[in-house]
C-alpha cells in the first residue's frame, strides 16, 4: 500500500487548511488510518486516529475542537480538516495506516506512512 499525504502550505494563525491523504494499492477499507505530525526538534506525535468505519475516533488533548479527521473507503481518501490553526501546530504532517484493530495511537502501531505534507502557521 502507498499513501501519499498533500494539501499542506503555509497558512495565518486562526486560518484553516484541509489535508489529504490517498491510499494505492490497496483497498482503504482495510486499514485504521492515522495523522501524525512532526515539529523541528520534536518527536512524532499522534493527532488523530480513525478506525475502518469511522465510528471510533481519537484526538490528541491538542487539537481536539479545532481537527477534524474523516475518511471516504470509497474514494481511499483520508482527511485532515484543520481550523484555527495555531503557530506551535507547525509541523511536517504525515499519514500512516495500520492493520491492528481499533484506533492506534503510537507510531510502532502503523506499519505504512505517507512522505509529509508540511503545515507552516504563522502568528
Known amino acids: 500500500v502507498q499513501l501519499q499525504a498533500s494539501g499542506g502550505g503555509l497558512v495565518q494563525a486562526g486560518g484553516s487548511l484541509r489535508l489529504s491523504c490517498a491510499v494505492s494499492?490497496?483497498?482503504?477499507?482495510?486499514?485504521?488510518m492515522g495523522w501524525f505530525r512532526q515539529a523541528p526538534g520534536k518527536e512524532r506525535e499522534l493527532v488523530a486516529s480513525?478506525?475502518?468505519?469511522?465510528?471510533?475516533?481519537n484526538y490528541a488533548d491538542s487539537v481536539k475542537g479545532r481537527f477534524t479527521v474523516s475518511r471516504d473507503n470509497a474514494k481511499n481518501t483520508v482527511f485532515l480538516q484543520m481550523s484555527n490553526l495555531k503557530p506551535e501546530d507547525t509541523a511536517v504532517y504525515f499519514c500512516?495506516?495500520?492493520?491492528?484493530?481499533?484506533?492506534?495511537?503510537?507510531?510502532?502501531?502503523?506499519?505504512?506512512w505517507g512522505q509529509g505534507t508540511l503545515v507552516t502557521v504563522s502568528s
Open positions: 480513525i478506525n475502518r468505519s469511522s465510528a471510533s475516533i
Open positions: 494499492g490497496r483497498s482503504l477499507s482495510r486499514y485504521v
Open positions: 500512516a495506516a495500520s492493520l491492528n484493530l481499533g484506533v492506534q495511537v503510537t507510531t510502532d502501531s502503523y506499519a505504512y
